[in-house]
T-cell receptor, first 111, second 113 residues
Framework: GQNIDQPTEMTATEGAIVQINCTYQTSGFNGLFWYQQHAGEAPTFLSYNVLDGLEEKGRFSSFLSRSKGYSYLLLKELQMKDSASYLCAVRDRDSSYKLIFGSGTRLLVRP | DSGVTQTPKHLITATGQRVTLRCSPRSGDLSVYWYQQSLDQGLQFLIQYYNGEERAKGNILERFSAQQFPDLHSELNLSSLELGDSALYFC????????????FGPGTRLTVL
């Protein structure tokens, strides 16, 4: 089975840096995704990690450690529009077409 | 705008009824995925079709069924509806069967009264 854990809520200040953690316990692993979702809207793809290390994409970076079952999403120079839920999802190796999502972390950016 | 369209945007119905949700993938995408997002359960994968064939199945109830038509649009049928089926239903599409880069539609909000 799969278990994916993320903090429920986080608060940060505009202009700051925030790190959102995700830990997973899975029977197989074939990649980890991060999505952003504003309230009532569709999730949008942020990043994909399949190998250990840091992937940087503008203000957003994502890190993966497969041996620790751990990932984080790093958001720099926070803007008010970054207030959203951030979903961590693992691709199941048994069926690599399936994504298993965590419950998401609701991030509130304050002025 | 992801290019994935879903209809209707909102649907209100009663327990015991049956509804059909429709999804049109982005032009050129062969895979369609269905997800359910309720307040207490997060985003749950239901089912995936690739070029008309079922490719993967998640936690889809027996009361729910889906299909993908030759023109690649997909429908999700929900029957014998219960209060707990109230949720946002998202469709996503990708070019290949790999969900590495899937694009989500705006969702259908289903309310069962």
């Amino acid at each position: 089975g799969q278990n994916i854990d993320q903090p429920t809520e986080m608060t940060a200040t505009e202009g700051a840096i925030v790190q959102i953690n995700c830990t997973y316990q899975t029977s197989g692993f074939n990649g980890l995704f991060w999505y952003q979702q504003h309230a009532g809207e569709a999730p949008t793809f942020l990043s994909y990690n399949v190998l250990d290390g840091l992937e940087e994409k503008g203000r957003f970076s994502s890190f993966l450690s497969r041996s620790k079952g751990y990932s984080y999403l790093l958001l720099k120079e926070l803007q008010m529009k970054d207030s959203a839920s951030y979903l961590c999802a693992v691709r199941d190796r048994d069926s690599s077409y399936k994504l298993i999502f965590g419950s998401g972390t609701r991030l509130l950016v304050r002025p | 705008d992801s290019g994935v369209t879903q209809t209707p945007k909102h649907l209100i119905t009663a327990t015991g009824q049956r509804v059909t949700l429709r999804c049109s993938p982005r032009s050129g995408d062969l895979s369609v995925y269905w997800y359910q997002q309720s307040l207490d359960q997060g985003l749950q994968f239901l089912i995936q079709y690739y070029n008309g064939e079922e490719r993967a199945k998640g936690n889809i109830l027996e009361r729910f069924s889906a299909q993908q038509f030759p023109d690649l649009h997909s429908e999700l049928n929900l029957s014998s509806l219960e209060l707990g089926d109230s949720a946002l239903y998202f469709c996503a599409s990708s070019v290949a069967s790999d969900p590495k880069e899937q694009f989500f539609g705006p969702g259908t909000r289903l309310t069962v009264l």
